[in-house]
Each structure stands twice: as structure tokens, then as C-alpha cells.
């Protein structure tokens, strides 16, 4: 008993683990979204009413996307159009297959956009937007005709789709900027941006849409060398070590000179104090000697007497 209850217990786990596989495996799948959202927004109209706008709520992993869904009488459609969401669909607008209702769901795939839709060789610069159209005159006939997707047939004027403003987009980025169709089958369509704005694209009819442009490789930042900036630095310091050198020197040779002068006029100071205080004194006469003159004492005056005239 306890082997058997073992035995359903492993059976069940296996089952849990091979559905999250496959889960896992298909979350990326656009077809398989499409899918998860018509479920929860057809659960959302079973008893609703028509013409009245309804936002839906996935689970918490598919977080950042939006989702709304309007139910209509097709002879509304023709009469009036659809201006829901980011979508004008004009009047005179025709489901194809025809359907007495319908139901249009409106997708915003935020920050998620390029995990489900990508462009080879270009990037995506705007959410991708939504329009899907079912059947909804038979809600449980749901799972017939590919889930009861239907498509859309403007007579005079085509659908347009208006994304939210696209900031920091350079001018040189806004003349590449092309709108982009994903249908229903994987093909990609490109078209031009509406001429009067630089965020609208001509729709068509009901798909996933986005605005793209050439996917370019970033450069590589280059930092700036820091040697250059320590060369100039080192020229710099030894320019002022030239200067402080020279100025040294100058103000060295200005010292010497200064002293020497100093050392003169000291000098030639003391000898005229000298010369002064000998004129106070006697007056020495004065004699050559070589190149150079000399004081020199006059003779005596007084001739020595002996005390004793008596001379032997």
C-alpha cells in the first residue's frame, strides 16, 4: 500500500516537472502567448458586457504586460470603428471571416517585447503592441478555427497604431526608424514610419507591431591615454624647475655682487676714518716705496744731550 502511494506520488511529481518543462519551453513561443492571453481575457467577457473596455490580469511572471479586451457587435464596428488603446480601428471595418461579435484584445508586451519578438539585424526602440480579433458569437465553439482568431478588413481608411512617445532618439536615428508588422505565421513586414509623426505606423490590419531601426555595434570606448596627460605634467614641472633654476642663479649672482659692493664701501669707509684720525695726530710725511706710498716719520727733532759733558 505505502509502494503504491510512493508509486503515484513519483507519477505525479514527474507530471508536475514535465509540465513546467514544457511550460518553460514555450514561454518564449509568441503563439503560446497569444493563446494564454485570449484564455484569461475570455474569461474576463464570459459575463460581460459588450462595448465596455476591460483590462486583464495575468499571472505574476508575466509581469510588465498589458492587457485589455473590448467585446462588439460587428455592425458597431462599421458604424463606429474601435478607438481603443494605442489601435484606431476607422469604420467601415469588417471582421473576415465574418462574425456577428467579436472581441478585440489589445496587447502592450513592456520590457517583454524582445523576449518574444526580435528583427535580425535591428532593434527594437518601442514596446510591441497587440491587436488580435476573435469570434466571439459562440464563446464555446473558442477552440475551433485556431481559437477563433479572426482577422480585419478596413474598407476605406487603414488601421493605424500610435505608440507611446520615443525619447532620446538622435535625428540621425529618427530618418532610420522603420514600423514593423510580425503576423500571424512568423513573416515580418516593414513599412514607414506616418510621415506627420515619428511614432505611428500604418496597421493594416490585426498583428503584433513595433518600431525598429539598424541595429549598429557600439563602438568601443577608447579611455584617454594617461600618459600623454603625465608627459605634460613631467614638461611642466621641469619648465618651473628651469625657472626656479635660472632665477637662483640670478639671484645668486646678484648676492656675490651685492656683498662685494658691500665689502668695498665697508672698507673704504674705515679708510677714510683711518685718515681722518690721523690728521688729528702729527702729520707723518710720506714716501714712495715702489707703487705704493708710505707714511713715514720725520726726523728727530731734539738731538740726545749727555747728562756728563765730561768726555774721557
Given at each position: ?107 502592450n508586451l513592456g ?68 514600423c514593423v508588422r ?131
Open positions: 500500500m505505502f509502494f503504491l502511494m510512493g508509486s503515484k506520488k513519483i507519477t505525479i511529481l514527474s507530471y508536475i516537472f514535465l509540465f513546467q518543462f514544457v511550460l518553460g519551453q514555450n514561454m518564449s513561443d509568441p503563439d503560446s502567448l497569444d493563446s494564454l492571453i485570449y484564455d484569461y481575457s475570455l474569461k474576463r467577457i464570459e459575463n460581460g458586457r459588450s462595448g465596455i473596455y476591460y483590462n486583464i490580469s495575468l499571472p505574476g511572471n508575466f509581469s510588465g504586460i498589458e492587457i485589455s479586451i473590448v467585446r462588439l457587435r460587428s455592425s458597431t464596428l462599421w458604424l463606429r470603428g474601435a478607438n481603443f488603446s494605442f489601435f484606431n480601428v476607422p469604420p467601415r471595418t469588417l471582421p473576415r471571416p465574418f462574425a456577428r461579435r467579436i472581441a478585440l484584445v489589445y496587447s520590457n517583454l517585447s524582445s523576449f518574444y519578438y526580435n528583427v535580425p539585424n535591428y532593434t527594437l526602440i518601442t514596446p510591441v503592441l497587440g491587436l488580435m480579433a476573435y469570434d466571439t458569437t459562440n464563446i464555446s465553439r473558442k477552440h475551433q478555427n485556431n481559437n477563433g482568431s479572426i482577422g480585419l478588413f478596413p474598407m476605406k481608411d487603414p488601421i493605424l497604431v500610435h505608440f507611446p512617445l520615443i525619447e532620446f532618439l538622435s535625428r540621425n536615428d529618427t530618418m532610420k526608424q522603420k510580425f503576423g500571424n505565421e512568423g513573416e515580418i513586414e516593414f513599412s514607414n514610419v506616418v510621415a506627420e509623426t515619428t511614432n505611428s505606423c500604418v496597421a493594416g490590419n490585426e498583428g503584433h507591431f513595433s518600431i525598429v531601426i539598424p541595429y549598429e555595434e557600439p563602438q568601443p570606448r577608447i579611455e584617454p591615454s594617461s600618459k600623454p596627460k603625465e608627459k605634460s605634467k613631467k614638461q611642466r614641472l621641469w619648465k618651473w624647475w628651469e625657472i626656479g633654476f635660472g632665477i637662483g642663479i640670478l639671484g645668486l649672482i646678484l648676492l656675490v655682487c651685492f656683498g662685494i659692493f658691500l665689502y668695498k664701501l665697508i672698507r673704504k669707509k674705515r679708510i677714510a676714518k683711518m685718515e681722518k684720525e690721523s690728521e688729528r695726530n702729527e702729520a707723518l710725511d710720506s714716501i714712495w716705496i715702489g707703487s705704493s706710498r708710505m707714511p713715514s716719520a720725520s726726523g728727530i727733532r731734539t738731538q740726545p744731550v749727555l747728562e756728563n759733558s765730561y768726555v774721557p
